[in-house]
């Protein structure tokens, strides 16, 4: 069992720095370290896509039923992100949240490479 989880670091303050952040800013934040996540589909299938295959796993969704409160993606198998659709601006969309710090190993998990 993981005694540090994100759920736990997100708990004690530990995202203060460096909040999570959504889906698009992270792609756009790949973007600028020259990592086009947009290669022939939308950036949310890509993306989608990376964690069905366990390469680049969201660290939370917006809870669907409170968005206020985070669904932590560690403690769930890979689900369809329409499970975690929330009501935005007159759509349902999921909103996938993730750290900065993933950026650091994106290249290798778009490439299919373990990071060791």
């Excluded at 530990?14 to 934040?29: T, Y």
């Excluded at 499970?83 to 969309?93: K, P, S």
């Amino acid at each position: 069992m993981c005694l540090y989880t994100f759920r736990r670091a997100y708990e004690s303050g530990a995202f203060l720095q460096l909040d999570l952040i959504g889906s698009d800013a992270f792609g756009r934040q790949a973007k600028d370290r020259g990592i086009d996540l947009w290669f022939g589909t939308r950036l949310r299938e890509n993306l989608e896509a990376l964690d069905e295959a366990g390469a680049l796993c969201p660290v939370a969704f917006v809870d669907p039923s409170s968005s206020h409160e985070y669904v932590f993606r560690e403690i769930l198998p890979f689900r369809a992100w329409e499970t975690y659709a929330v009501q935005n601006f007159g759509t349902r969309t999921p909103r996938a949240m993730y750290s900065a710090w993933q950026l650091i190993y994106l290249k290798q998990a778009v490439r299919g490479g373990e990071v060791t």
